[in-house]
Every structure is written in C-alpha cells, then in structure tokens.
C-alpha cells in the first residue's frame, strides 16, 4: 500500500468532488490499486487554508465546505497558498482554483511553485494549461515529477489519455468536439422550442451557466479546450488568438426551424487539424455522430490515419465528475511509481 498526501488548492465543486470520491470510494481504491489517498492540506481565497500532517477527514472538509476552514482541527490554519503548496508534507498538489483565461494566474505560479519544490501536480484548471502548458510540462520534466491536465477538458471523460495513450500509435490528424455543456444543453432546450434567453435562464438556474454566460456562449471555454487538445495530443504551438471563436448568440428560432426542416441540427462545434482551429455553430445532419450529443454531455471525434474516426461521448462538466479525471491522473501516477 502507497498513501499519497493530497494538498488541495480551491475548494470549489471539482475539489469538494474529488473529497467526495474519496470519502466514498478510497477504501475501495485502496484495495483495488494499492493507492490510498489522503487530504492533509486545502487552501482557498475566500474561506482560509487548513493543514493537517497527519490527514483530515474528508467528511469534516465536506461538512466545512463554504466556511472558515479555521474551524476544523489542524496543526495549522490560514497559511498562504504558498507556503501550503512548499512546506507542508503533501506529495500532490490539486490544483483546481478559479480559471483566469486572460494570464493564468494566479494558478500558474501555484503549479510552478509546486513543481519547482519536486511535488507533483494534477488539475482541472484550464487557464495554466491552455496560455502556458509547454512550459509547465518542461519544469515538470526537469524536476522529473508530473503534471496531470485530464480534468482540464471534458470533465471526467477520459479523451486526452485516449488521445495520448490508446490512440498515440494511430496517429491523431484532427480533432472535432462538442467541448462545452452548457452551450449544449442550451441548443438542446432551442431546438425543443425554448428561445434563447430562456434557454440561458434555465442553465443558469440548474447550475450550468454562470452569472455571466460570456465565456460559455460566445465560445470562449470550448477555445480553450481545443487549444490544449491541440498543444497535448497533436504537437501544435496553438494560441487561444489563433482560434477563430463564433459562439451561439446570435442563433434564432428561426434558424433552428430551418435546420430541423432540413433533418439536421446546430451544435457548437470545436475543430482543429494541421492548418486552422475555430470554433462555431455549425448545422450538421442527425447522422453525425456529434448530432445526436445532447444535454451537457460532450464528444470528440479524433481523426487518425491508423484507425479513421474515433469519437468518444461522455459527461463533461460537475464537481464528480471532474474529480474522476483528477483521481485519474493520481492513478495514472501510481502505476508509473509502482509498476502496478
């Protein structure tokens, strides 16, 4: 048995999700994998920092969520994330704060400053990956730790470990994708008949849709999710400026209507190859395999020479569901460090 010290940075839904999994299903892990895991640090913005040596208990850290996390018992409270990430015991740093597209940061400098102190790193913090990841995969080599990205697109669906390992022999030459939920569920609801601004009312009351939708509906987040597939799976340098964005704001009732008339149906669709990268609204027939992706779940079609399309369907977004890609990649570290 190999216990794994987890220091927690942001406890939003994906941490509360991973401790969720933990509380539910480490025993379980523990005697399936050989990997027991172990919550001894969470630091946040709003809510203050708790470090315990000897490990908290995740149903005392769930039952805290959304206070003062000085109220739990510990060796210390409110160290700054710094000093959290460098001088507590933690072997892996959860890097799951708030995504910041415009630089990064601050989660940047959490994931260099873990990396740098020879801990290894795991998130589902898109912003360092897609502005900075060939940078941050070189300092993770150069301290020979890791850095695990899986949760940074798609959620808990395994696509860039099926693109990296299963399909890396069959050569992956383009990727398209429904890579973002809420714009998804909001197409579903439009073409059952719901406009727009009430499609966005009701993603926006189930959770789905934040306060401010622009990153969502004007395509943003899915650009992000291209960027790093690119960068990950199919060597590219790509850019979030090098991304052509078109989100779905501008979609009618009418258009709709002219698409189901014509037996097909609008997605919001991420593609990239070799020479272009965009994002955009697209009609396609209801035999495409991404036509028939409704709701919040997303896909990807990977394009390879070896195999033709492989398209992979799964949950892309939710605290759980998140916290499985996380978990996957500190499995994915056990195996590496233990042969198992």
């Known amino acids: 048995m190999k216990t794994y010290r987890l220091a927690l940075i942001g406890f939003?839904?994906?941490?509360?999700?991973?401790?969720?999994?933990?509380?539910?299903?480490?025993?379980?892990?523990?005697?399936?994998?050989?990997?027991?895991?172990?919550?001894?640090?969470?630091?946040?913005?709003?809510?203050?920092?708790?470090?315990?040596?000897?490990?908290?208990?995740?149903?005392?850290?769930?039952?805290?969520?959304?206070?003062?996390?000085?109220?739990?018992?510990a060796d210390h409270h409110n160290w700054d994330t710094e000093r959290v990430i460098t001088a507590g015991n933690a072997d892996i740093i959860v890097e799951c704060s708030p995504t910041n597209l415009q630089t990064g940061e601050p989660a940047t400098g959490y994931i260099q400053a873990a990396l740098r102190?020879?801990?290894?790193?795991?998130?589902?913090?898109?912003g360092p990956v897609a502005l900075h990841?060939?940078?941050?995969?070189?300092?993770?080599?150069?301290?020979?730790?890791?850095?695990?990205?899986?949760?940074?697109?798609?959620?808990?669906?395994?696509?860039?470990r099926l693109g990296s390992e299963l399909l890396q022999g069959a050569g992956i030459s383009a990727c398209a994708g429904i890579l973002n939920g809420t714009t998804n569920y909001m197409l579903t609801r439009m073409e059952a008949g719901a406009t727009y601004p009430a499609a966005l009312a009701e993603a926006q009351a189930l959770g789905y849709a934040e306060a401010d939708p622009a990153g969502d509906v004007e395509g943003h987040d899915a650009a992000c999710k291209l960027v790093i597939i690119a960068n990950t799976l199919m060597g590219r340098t790509l850019r979030l400026q090098d991304v052509a964005v078109q989100g779905i704001t501008q979609l009618t009732p009418a258009a709709m209507a002219a698409a189901a008339s014509a037996g097909e149906r609008w997605k919001l669709?991420?593609?990239?190859?070799?020479?272009?990268?965009?994002?955009?609204?697209?009609?396609?027939?209801?035999?495409?395999?991404?036509?028939?992706?409704?709701?919040?779940?997303?896909?990807?079609?990977?394009?390879?020479?070896?195999?033709?399309?492989?398209?992979?369907?799964?949950?892309?977004?939710?605290?759980?569901?998140?916290?499985?890609?996380?978990?996957?990649?500190?499995?994915?570290?056990?195996?590496?460090?233990?042969?198992?």
């Open 12 to 73: 939003g839904s994906v941490g509360r999700g991973l401790v969720q999994i933990i509380q539910e299903r480490g025993a379980a892990l523990a005697q399936q994998t050989g990997a027991q895991l172990q919550v001894v640090a969470v630091a946040t913005q709003r809510h203050g920092s708790v470090y315990h040596a000897a490990g908290l208990q995740p149903a005392a850290l769930l039952a805290a969520a959304g206070t003062q996390l000085s109220t739990l018992a």
């Open 117 to 126: 102190s020879g801990r290894h790193v795991v998130t589902a913090n898109k």
């Open 133 to 160: 990841y060939a940078a941050l995969a070189a300092l993770a080599r150069a301290q020979r730790v890791t850095l695990g990205v899986e949760g940074t697109v798609m959620g808990g669906t395994p696509a860039l």
């Open 269 to 340: 669709v991420a593609t990239v190859d070799a020479h272009a990268a965009q994002v955009r609204p697209q009609r396609l027939a209801l035999t495409h395999p991404l036509a028939a992706v409704s709701g919040i779940t997303n896909a990807i079609t990977f394009s390879t020479a070896g195999l033709g399309d492989v398209t992979l369907v799964g949950p892309g977004a939710g605290g759980v569901a998140t916290g499985f890609a996380l978990l996957a990649d500190i499995l994915a570290l056990h195996r590496s460090q233990t042969g198992a």
